[in-house]
């Protein structure tokens, strides 16, 4: 009614922060919704209001359909009688010795799903948490030296910006903030990483491996794999 295509800077409170979202007009049946967090969805518009919200692509990858009227008690009884439902991006702990230097790595690992990785789910040139959920999480027990950067011994946030051709790894000290508004005043280290294309990976791995008297980190998930070498200084 007001005519604008677009409104922006719609600010929502939840549990993990403040988050602004945008509403764009496609057309007079379909609206884009979203932001940074929960990527961007149609909502369907029908002559009575929303018909559907589409969010295939999306991290949830989901769709929402008006129905009849259910009976909630009757639903309620059944979920309780069901299993525990299975975390879509488990969380797990990944150990590595690189010449006597103790590597641990704490970090969701989500699934592809049918769903575009990189380039959609996780936009290019954007910051990305590496992972799902909480903080991704990497310790080391000793001083390293990775591209042109040494980082001194302790626990560190990770995050990465992924590129078409090249990826950059952030190590970071805030280990509070919620992964998508971290503390960028923060970081401590930035990497280039090379890329390179890999048989199919449907579920996000980080690895440390030796190679040739060196560490190597990979991040693997989709059809693409970022890697560098690093060696511990001491």
Do not use: C
Not at 3 to 31: A, E, H
Not at 34 to 43: A, D, L, R
Not at 210 to 218: H, P
């Amino acid at each position: 009614k007001s005519g604008k295509r677009s409104l922006d800077n719609l600010r929502t409170t939840n549990t993990w922060g403040v988050t602004d979202l945008s509403i764009q007009y496609l057309n007079k049946d379909t609206l884009l919704f979203g932001g940074p967090f929960i990527h961007y969805s149609k909502i369907i518009l029908g002559p009575d209001g929303i018909s559907s919200i589409n969010g295939i692509g999306s991290a949830y990858n989901f769709i929402i359909t008006r129905t009849t009227p259910i009976d909630i008690d009757w639903l309620a009884r059944q979920m309780a009688k069901a299993p525990a439902m299975v975390s879509p991006s488990p969380r797990e702990t990944a150990h590595s010795d690189i010449h006597n230097n103790k590597i641990k790595i704490e970090y969701g690992r989500p699934f592809a799903r049918g769903r575009v990785i990189f380039g959609g789910v996780v936009p290019f040139d954007s910051l990305w948490r590496t992972g799902a959920n909480d903080p991704t999480l990497l310790t080391i027990e000793k001083e390293i030296k990775i591209g042109n950067s040494v980082v001194p011994k302790g626990t560190y946030a990770i995050y990465s910006i992924p590129r078409q051709k090249s990826w950059t790894l952030i190590f970071s000290r805030d280990l509070d903030s919620w992964p998508t508004n971290p503390d960028r005043t923060k970081e401590v280290a930035h990497i280039e990483m090379n890329t390179r294309k890999i048989l199919h990976k449907e579920q996000f791995t980080i690895e440390v491996s030796e190679k040739k008297g060196k560490g190597l980190l990979k991040l693997s998930w989709s059809a693409t794999e970022a890697y560098t070498e690093f060696v511990n200084v001491n």
